[in-house]
């Protein structure tokens, strides 16, 4: 039930960048923060009171870049780059029903919930295409642990393996066949799927969960697949999020194709503006920051995706330098493990350390708290709604118990936030003006049930995927060693945390 009027007593407000944090007290009208005001201020009286003594409260964290699809194979994988994940997708996200696809994005959007996160921009995957039916459960599952979330189905018309300049011709010829009896849709059929989807969505009155588009990677998408989704996009109003330069791998197979990076292929292409965001984006340049600063375009930072699957280290300071706006992401629990922005958070500063002992080009705590609220905000095309707790913004908040062990002591509360909290404190967590979670617990989500239910499908899946299993291990000697063969060529710049030299790293 949403009240007309709710006040929280008590709390103190974090804002990034406070050392203190500052007793307020919180006017809200419906859905929305109405008033910040002094302890005690006068308010309607017909107001529905919150206590929040003894909590630190925060506007939701905004995961800007996972993979909802990915909940189901948490933890599958140890010693994987980016292009051995590619290589165990069937196998890993294969043989899906509604059901579990609805299951999936279920478990991450309560663990997002449960650790501090109200809103986030799921690239979520169907093989071999989208479905309205598909999508549909993903939008029920949002809508049941009450949280907000753009859905931006992932596309391409091209697999991995044929993306890969060479590897095809690399395979023996029986894996091979194999793997080309694995093409995906043709450009057409995607697109007029995907077309049908955008009017079926824009067409819904649904504020809390909305759509985008996913090329998934620019390499994997001939120009007549990216130019069709650009125009979907710009017909229904719809952003667009791909996976920009995120390995060495990817930098290279763009510069071979197109003779010019990703970045500058698809602002020839129109697709780059306020309404684009980049994945990763570790191996851009400085060309390739200054049109995304110029188009108002974003980039999201995933640092234990990057660090897990050896992918490198943005330049994170390069990136705020150019005023590109900048979020922070968990990317999905297949290249992360976990959806904890919390984590990421801590992540983001400390990776940004490891480029240097020069500590006035490292990342502040106050940039990293922003990145994650307002930045991540921006790209999900919500930066007038949320991302802050202030007068016009919806309530989506999150309460700290300040009994926490991460809070004991707190001399500086947004270094707290950033460098000490890991999601224990989550007490209570609002969306909209109503609660989601209480007492640390979820209000629309049976966790035993939930549990159960993930057992079963995993138990199901690894069964009905054995001969995708089987494949992936008979291809994963041949792409990990010809992945870093080409990664071993030369490039412009340089993201990794070490220096190679003729393969060895030093």
């Keep these: 039930m949403l009240h007309q009027y709710t006040v929280i007593r008590g709390g103190k407000i974090i804002e990034p960048g406070m050392v203190d944090a500052v007793a307020t007290d919180i006017l809200i009208k419906g859905s929305t923060i109405h008033t910040l005001g002094s302890p005690g201020f006068t308010v309607p009286e017909s107001s529905r009171v919150i206590n929040a003594k003894g909590m630190l409260m925060h506007a939701g964290l905004i995961n800007g870049h996972t993979h909802g699809h990915g909940n189901l194979a948490k933890a599958m994988g140890d010693r994987w780059t980016l292009e051995l994940l590619l290589t165990a997708g069937p196998w890993i996200s294969g043989s899906r029903t509604d059901e579990d696809k609805y299951l999936t994005t279920l478990i991450g959007a309560s663990e997002m919930l449960l650790k501090g996160c109200t809103a986030c921009y799921d690239l979520t995957y169907e093989i071999p295409v989208p479905s309205v039916s598909g999508l549909e459960a993903v939008r029920a599952a949002y809508n049941k642990a009450g949280m907000k979330a753009l859905v931006a189905p992932m596309v391409a018309d091209m697999s991995f393996f044929e993306a890969i300049p060479g590897l095809l011709d690399a395979l023996p010829a029986a894996l091979r066949s194999q793997v080309e009896k694995a093409r995906l849709a043709p450009v057409a059929q995607t697109l007029s799927v995907l077309r049908e989807i955008a009017r079926q969505w824009t067409d819904r009155d649904d504020a809390k969960v909305r759509l985008a588009l996913a090329p998934t990677i620019p390499h994997h998408c001939t120009d007549e697949f990216l130019t069709g989704c650009r125009d979907i996009a710009k017909d229904y109003g719809l952003g667009l999020h791909s996976h920009v330069s995120e390995s060495k791998i990817q930098a290279i197979a763009g510069m071979r194709k197109y003779g010019t990076t990703l ?7 129109g697709l780059i503006g306020p309404d684009f965001t980049v994945a990763h984006g570790v191996w851009l340049d400085d060309r390739d920051m200054k049109i995304l600063a110029d188009k108002g375009a974003s980039i999201i930072h995933n640092p234990a995706s990057n660090m897990r699957l050896g992918s490198g280290i943005l330049n994170i300071r390069q990136v705020l330098d150019y005023g590109v706006n900048l979020g922070i992401g968990t990317d999905g629990a297949t290249s992360s ?9 801590r992540l983001s500063s400390f990776l940004s350390k490891v480029r240097g002992p020069d500590w006035q080009n490292w990342i502040t705590t106050k940039e990293v708290m922003n990145a994650a609220t307002v930045g991540s905000a921006r790209a999900i095309g919500l930066g007038n709604d949320i991302g802050r707790i202030a007068p016009g913004f919806k309530a989506d908040i999150v309460f700290l118990d300040t009994n ?21 404190s989550v007490s209570a967590v609002m969306v909209d003006g109503e609660m ?8 629309h989500v049976d966790m035993d049930e939930l549990r159960y ?12 995927n054995s001969e995708m299993r089987e494949l992936f291990y008979r291809l994963e000697p041949i792409v990990g060693s010809f992945c870093p063969g080409l990664a071993a060529e030369p490039f412009h710049v340089h993201r990794y945390g070490s220096c190679q030299c003729q393969g060895h790293y030093h």
């Design 337 to 345: 493990d976990n959806q904890n922005m919390y984590e990421a958070m």
């Design 436 to 443: 989601v979670v209480e007492h640390g617990r979820l209000i």
């Design 263 to 269: 970045t500058t292929h698809l602002d020839k292409l």
């Design 404 to 424: 926490s062990i991460n809070l004991i002591p707190v001399n500086n509360v947004t270094n707290s936030l950033v460098h000490s909290e890991d999601g224990r």
């Design 453 to 464: 239910q993930a057992e079963n499908a995993v138990l199901r899946l690894q069964k009905a």
